[in-house]
C-alpha cells in the first residue's frame, strides 16, 4: 500500500504522507527516516534548517537504500536567512548531503535580524524578537525563484503564511507557490485559508496533524467514534480526513510502531471516510472546539492577529 500522490501547479509529484522531523533529536531521527523509508514505505520527509537535525535526516535517507530520485525532500528557509536563500539553501544541502531538494519553503512570513544577538532568535535589548519588519517579503520570493531556476529545488512554496501574506507576494511573484504548510488538523481547519489556496492552485500541507507534542488530537471523541467505526485507530482517522481532502499530512513520530501505523492507517483512513464522515469532522472545530497549539512569540511582537 502506497500514499496517495498529488500534483503540484508545476507537475513535480508530491506524496501525500510525509514523515515530520521537528523535535526529533538526532540521535533518534536517522533511524527514524532510515525506517520510515525502508520498513514503513513512506517517500515523503519535511525537515528545515531551524530543526537543527538536516545532518541526521540526511543519513538516515542514505542508510534506507532508496534511491535519491524516489523520495521527496522538504526543507526551509529561516527568518535569518530571508536576505541569503541561496547561502541558506546551500548550508541545509550540504548538511543534508544532497544536491537538490524537492521542494523550499520560507519556514515564516518573519526576517529575522541576521545580524542579531542570536543566529536563530535574535532578540532586542527589551527582550522582543528582533523581526525586520519594513522587509518586503517579494524580496524573499524572488530569491526563491532565483534558486528554483537555477535546478537546486523542484518546487517552492511557503509556510505559515496567510491569506494576507500571500497576496504580499502574488501580485510579482512569476512563480505561484506551489505549497503552504500550516498548521492544520481536527481543531484548527482553517477552512477559509484551504479554499483559497485551493482557488490559487496552491497545494496545503498540514503541520502539527496530530496536534503536535503528545498528540492531544487523539482524545477528540468524533474522531475515536469513528475510528471505532471503521476499526482504525484515531490517528488514522486524523490524518486520512486531512489526506482525503487533498491535504498533504505530515505526522511526526520517532517510534517505529507509530511511523508505521500512521502511514498505513492514514492511507486507509482516506479510503473508509466517507463524504458524510467528512463533513461530521469539518464541524467539530466550527462546534466549538477551535484551537491552535503552535504560538510562536513573533505574532505578539508584530501586534498580528491572523496567524489563520
Ligand atoms: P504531530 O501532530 O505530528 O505530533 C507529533 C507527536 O505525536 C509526537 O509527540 C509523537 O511522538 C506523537 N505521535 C505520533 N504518532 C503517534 C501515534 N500514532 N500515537 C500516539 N502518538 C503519536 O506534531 P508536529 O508538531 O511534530 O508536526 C508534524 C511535522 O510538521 C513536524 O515534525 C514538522 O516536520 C512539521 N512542522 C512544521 C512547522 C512549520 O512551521 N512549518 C511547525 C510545526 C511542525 P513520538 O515521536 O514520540 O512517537
Known amino acids: 500500500m502506497s500514499s496517495p500522490i498529488f500534483t503540484l501547479n508545476n507537475g513535480v509529484k508530491i506524496p501525500a504522507i510525509g514523515l515530520g522531523t521537528w523535535q ?35 543519513e538516515g535517507i542514505r542508510r534506507s537504500g532508496v534511491p535519491r530520485e524516489e523520495i521527496f525532500v522538504t526543507s526551509k528557509l529561516w527568518g535569518t536567512y530571508h536576505s541569503k536563500v541561496e547561502q541558506a539553501l546551500d548550508e541545509s544541502l550540504s548538511r543534508l548531503g544532497l544536491d537538490y531538494l524537492d521542494l523550499y519553503l520560507i519556514h515564516w512570513p518573519i526576517h529575522l535580524n541576521p545580524n542579531g544577538n542570536d543566529p536563530v532568535f535574535p532578540k532586542r535589548p527589551d527582550g522582543t524578537r528582533d523581526i525586520l519588519v519594513d522587509w518586503p517579503l517579494s524580496k524573499t520570493w524572488e530569491q526563491m525563484e532565483a534558486v528554483l531556476a537555477k535546478g537546486k529545488v523542484k518546487a517552492i512554496g511557503v509556510s505559515n503564511f496567510s491569506q494576507k501574506k500571500l497576496e504580499e507576494i502574488l501580485p510579482t511573484a512569476k512563480v505561484v507557490p506551489a505549497v503552504d504548510q500550516l498548521e492544520l ?14 482557488s490559487k492552485d496552491i497545494v496545503p500541507q498540514a503541520y502539527s496533524p496530530l496536534g503536535s507534542t503528545g498528540s492531544p488530537l487523539l482524545s477528540d471523541e468524533t474522531a475515536s467514534a469513528l475510528a471505532q ?65 503552535i504560538m510562536p512569540p513573533w505574532g505578539v511582537d508584530l501586534g498580528f492577529d491572523n496567524w489563520a
Open 185 to 198: 488538523h481536527l481543531y484548527n481547519p482553517q477552512h477559509e485559508l484551504v479554499s483559497y489556496l485551493k
Open 24 to 58: 526529533s533529536k538526532p540521535e533518534e531521527v536517522t533511524a527514524a527516516v532510515e525506517y520510515a523509508i525502508k520498513d514503513a514505505g513512506y517517500r515523503h520527509i519535511d525537515c528545515a534548517w531551524a530543526y537543527g537535525n538536516e545532518q541526521a535526516v540526511g
Open 229 to 293: 467505526k471503521y476499526e482504525l485507530n484515531t490517528a488514522d482517522v486524523l490524518l486520512g480526513y486531512l489526506v482525503a481532502k487533498g491535504i498533504v499530512a505530515l505526522p511526526k513520530s520517532v517510534t517505529t510502531a507509530r511511523i508505521m501505523a500512521n502511514y498505513k492507517g492514514a492511507i486507509a483512513a482516506a479510503q473508509k471516510l466517507t463524504e458524510e464522515d467528512i463533513k461530521v469532522l469539518d464541524g467539530v472545530a466550527p462546534g466549538g472546539k477551535q484551537k491552535r497549539f
